[in-house]
Each structure stands twice: as structure tokens, then as C-alpha cells.
């Protein structure tokens, strides 16, 4: 049975605030796997190019206003809409690096006063679970120097400090905290030594669901 030979893609999903690095990461990652002969794509959430990733786009440039609730359900169906293609690659051996995943979701949301953590974490459930989180550690000093917050939504010193104590809430086994601190030449060869080791131990385990 060919299916059975055929070793799947590792879903690798970076997090962190804003100005931590994880988009720069993803297409070196992502170009790196390639150069080395290995099936990889970058996937960003939220994906805006979808009818719902349009109406999360309006949202985030502050085009329109949205419940807070709704908009988060908003969020979260925009991973599962995406769920059945993503699955396709893994399943064809592509590797997926993903800039922001679930956890954005629950972090960025549960930094509103209305929202509860487990709540925002509910609608994410089974959604695939990432073999490894690369958490992008910067202070927000730090990210801070790195130039201006953009003027979307959320870009906001005091609102991304709730979202970082958030982060801390949702850490489990399979994250790995990256110093993002570092040069792009030193990050990047950390990231790509674990990512390297996941994509070999994903090889031969099934594709996993995420649970609270
Ligand atoms: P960037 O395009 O700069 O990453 O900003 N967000 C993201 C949420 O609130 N919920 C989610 O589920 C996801 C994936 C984080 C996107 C902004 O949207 C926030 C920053």
C-alpha cells in the first residue's frame, strides 16, 4: 500500500507578537526546505484572500467594526475553511510552515476584556495539531525598536503585552521557545535545526487533532 510508504508533511506553526520575526523565518524556512529538495509551503493566517479572510482583512485595517465574539468565530472559521487542503499536503508529504495558527486566535482574543480564554479556545478543537510551535521570544522593548507598530488593529504596546501574557497560558510540549532577539542568520539556523528534527519524527506519526 503506497499510502502507507508515503511519509506525511510536518505542520510547523510560528507564534508570537507582533515584530518578533516569524514572517521573515517562514519564507527563509520554507526556501530553505525547497533548496534542500524538500516539499514545503508557507501558509499565513489569517488568510485574507478567502470571502471570510476578506471580511477579517476589513476588520484589522479598521474598515469595519465587529462583535468581538463574531469576529473571533470569524478567525477560527477561516482555519477550518482552510483545514481540508492543508490536510491534503500533509497527507502528499508537503510540509507546511504557518505563520500564526490557534494560538494567535486564542491570544489575540482572550486580550479583550469580554472574551474567556477556554472560550476562545473551544472553536479550535480538532482542528490539525502542529508537530511543533516555534515560539518567537522578543521583549516588547525590544520589538519596539524595530521600528513603529503598523496602524492595524491590535498594534497597540499595551494590548500585545496582554496578548504575551496570554501565550504564556496557552505553552504546552510541543512548543519551543526561539530567542528572536538574534540576528536573522542566527534564528534562522536554530528554527531550521529543530525544524529539521520535527520534520523526520512527523514521518512516521499520524496526523494529531488539537484539544484543550
Ligand atoms: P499580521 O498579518 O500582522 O500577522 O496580523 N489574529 C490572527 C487574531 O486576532 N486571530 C487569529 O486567529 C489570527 C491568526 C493577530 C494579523 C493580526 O490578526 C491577529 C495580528
Redesign the pocket.
Known amino acids: 500500500n503506497t499510502a502507507m510508504l508515503m511519509s506525511r508533511g510536518a505542520l510547523i506553526v510560528l507564534e508570537g507578537c507582533?515584530r518578533t520575526g516569524k514572517t521573515t523565518q517562514c519564507r527563509k524556512i520554507v526556501q530553505g526546505l525547497n533548496d534542500s529538495g524538500m516539499k514545503a509551503k508557507m501558509r499565513t493566517?489569517?488568510d485574507r484572500s478567502t470571502p471570510i479572510g476578506c471580511l477579517i482583512d476589513a476588520y484589522?485595517k479598521k474598515e469595519c467594526e465587529m462583535e468581538d465574539h463574531a469576529v473571533h468565530l470569524l478567525?477560527t472559521a477561516n482555519r477550518w475553511e482552510l483545514m481540508p487542503g492543508m490536510k491534503k499536503d500533509l497527507e502528499a508529504g508537503v510540509t507546511l510552515v504557518v505563520d500564526?495558527?490557534s494560538f494567535?486566535?486564542v491570544a489575540?482574543?482572550g486580550a479583550k476584556s469580554m472574551l474567556d480564554l477556554e472560550w476562545c479556545f473551544q472553536p479550535e478543537q480538532g482542528v490539525i495539531r502542529p508537530d511543533v510551535v516555534l515560539y518567537f521570544d522578543v521583549s516588547l522593548h525590544e520589538a519596539a525598536k524595530r521600528g513603529e507598530y503598523g496602524s492595524?488593529r491590535?498594534e497597540v504596546r499595551s494590548f500585545q503585552e496582554k496578548v504575551a501574557a496570554n501565550y504564556a497560558w496557552l505553552r504546552t510540549e510541543d512548543w519551543q521557545v526561539i530567542d528572536g532577539s538574534k540576528s536573522v542568520d542566527e534564528v534562522y539556523k536554530n528554527v531550521m535545526s529543530v525544524v529539521k528534527s520535527v520534520i523526520s519524527k512527523a514521518k512516521s506519526r499520524p496526523i494529531r487533532y488539537l484539544e484543550l
Do not use: C, Q, V
Open positions: 507582533d493566517f489569517p484589522l478567525f500564526r495558527y494567535s486566535g489575540f482574543s492595524e491590535y
